[in-house]
């Protein structure tokens, strides 16, 4: 399996962690890491005390999405400049600031909806409002973070940038948790003022990235092909406007038909649990398929020139294929697409299991607090370490070997039943895998970019990343209705092992380098 000489000392690489660039990533991790639980494990507990069903609580997790998408709109944040703020700014920082403002907004918003009164619609417009905004951040930062500095830190920036996300899931998870309790809401007596105060303190929370973002430099100009044209500008924001409506058209006017469908196929298959997953995989196919054929019609009226499109979304993708060749390329791309779906479908519906346990709010976020954040960090700085003297290859096989295996302590945990001995232990083994992994993992992303294209290049690796695993996560409460806790788990360990296949598989042929 391929490896990195160790170039550098224990003290040299420790040193590292002190530079400007890698403490930014902190600060920009907890921007980053804060809205991510606000879509997924707090808006669970607050949906399920207000007396929503499992299974509707988990479809919310669809709402972050906009993760598993950001590359359709990442050359837009690539190569259009903001009004006044990109001058002012720069480009990075300028995006940066706006997606930071809106983030802010879509947790203001969700804060004054009440799920127990008001339509589930509302709450899931503004949930979608905040991974969109939220994705156009990480967009951003993951640019931010390759441009500016060498290939020699990126470890140590990806180790520092888990540790910060790491806070910010901590703050927005057990913090909102802490307070939504304080302010006196509980399963027995749900209390809307209480979330609401909750939420509206995460968009405190989220000043240390705004702040940031005012206080950093703009990294250096890199390579790149710009968009210069106004024309293109305003035609590059119509071919997102209407395809994007077209993507939601699909599913808003589907709906009625695919109850139906789903109603039929479940009688035919008898397995109301595949049939939902045929409906839903069709309705997305069909969904993507509309968006394609209004881009081209877009195009073809003139209003996007064909060559500003190319540069912008094919030349990134030919330039992947090109440098990798073929079948390097597709296996890479597997690699990408699998290697956190044992991870990913486990955490979408961790929350509510706890809850189902027995585990009361102050409980879990007090576990998550004490041990689970150290062990995150402590993970996400091992994990870089690491990587530097061992490779990246090594320590990724070890991350996602050891997040499957944490994944049957999670049986264990549903046949123990309440336990806080057990849920301690639980939730330290599997952060510190969760940050091993994610520091490898990252700067195996990284070192897969190519600087000319560096925002859409790793948007399109991180979307691809979640894009299954979120899918599929979002019939994990039905799968845990129909088979239980443990043998959902069990499911979640097995899907991590073809991953460990494919790092080997890809570690015979893949270099670790900088693309310049």
């Known amino acids: 399996m391929n490896q990195t000489s160790p170039t550098t000392s224990w003290l040299d690489t420790l040193r590292a962690f002190t530079h400007p660039r890698v403490l930014t990533m902190l600060f920009l991790g907890i921007s980053a890491g804060t809205p991510i639980l606000l879509i997924f494990s707090s808006l669970s507990l607050w949906l399920r005390e ?9 479809y919310f997790s669809w709402a972050a999405l906009g993760y598993s998408f950001k590359f359709v709109w990442a050359p837009l944040v690539d190569q259009l400049p903001i009004p006044f703020l990109t001058k002012i700014m720069g480009r990075r920082r300028a995006w940066l600031l706006a997606s930071q403002l809106m983030i802010i907004s879509a947790i203001t918003a969700m804060a004054f909806i009440d799920p127990a009164v008001d339509t589930l619609n509302t709450m899931a417009w503004a949930a979608v409002f905040l991974g969109f905004s939220s994705a156009t951040q990480d967009i951003v930062i993951d640019a931010y973070r390759i441009e500016s500095a060498d290939s020699d830190l990126q470890a140590l920036m990806s180790s520092s ?34 979330w609401q105060w909750a939420y509206l303190s995460m968009t405190c929370v989220m000043l240390t990235g705004l702040i940031t973002t005012l206080i950093i430099s703009e990294p250096s100009e890199t390579k790149r092909t710009a968009i210069d044209k106004q024309s293109n500008h305003l035609g590059f924001v119509l071919l997102f406007i209407l395809s994007v409506s077209g993507f939601i058209s699909c599913f808003y006017y589907s709906s009625n038909y695919a109850q139906i469908s789903t109603n039929f196929l479940s009688t035919l298959f008898a397995n109301a649990q595949l049939a939902a997953f045929i409906i839903e995989l069709c309705r997305l196919s069909i969904a993507l398929t509309a968006a394609g054929i209004i881009a081209k019609l877009v195009i073809y009226s003139g209003a996007v020139q064909q060559q500003a499109f190319e540069q912008s979304y094919i030349y ?11 079948s ?10 699998l290697y956190r779906i044992s991870d990913i479908l486990l955490g979408v519906i961790s929350n509510v299991f706890y809850q189902d346990l027995g585990f009361s709010k102050p409980e879990i976020a007090s576990v998550v607090k004490s041990f689970g954040l150290l062990m995150t960090i402590t993970g996400g700085f091992l994990g870089g370490l690491l990587t530097v003297k061992f490779g990246v290859m090594r320590i990724l096989f070890v991350g996602a070997l050891l997040s499957a295996l944490t994944n049957l302590l999670f049986m264990a945990l549903a046949h123990t039943g309440y336990n806080m ?33 560096t925002a859409v290049q790793y948007a399109i690796f991180s979307s691809l990343m979640t894009l299954l695993p979120k899918i599929l996560g979002g019939y994990s409460g039905t799968v845990v209705e129909a088979v239980g806790y443990s043998q959902f788990f069990l499911i979640t360990a097995i899907s991590g092992i073809p991953v460990l296949f494919l790092i080997v598989w890809a570690g015979k042929n893949f270099h670790i380098k900088h693309s310049e």
């Open 161 to 194: 940038y888990i540790a910060g996300y790491r806070i910010g899931m901590l703050l927005a998870g057990a913090g909102a948790l802490f307070l939504a309790n304080y302010f006196g809401s509980t399963m027995d007596n749900y209390n809307y003022q209480a």
């Open 421 to 453: 001995m057990m849920l301690t232990i639980v939730i330290s083994a599997d952060n510190l895998s969760a940050g091993l992994a994610s520091a490898a993992f990252i700067a195996f992303l990284s070192s897969l970019t190519n600087i000319s294209f």
């Open 50 to 58: 207000a007396g929503i069903d499992r299974s509707a609580v988990t």
């Open 316 to 326: 990134p993708i030919k330039d992947f294929f090109q440098r990798f060749g073929w």
């Open 328 to 337: 390097l390329a597709w296996l890479l791309l597997a690699l990408i697409g």
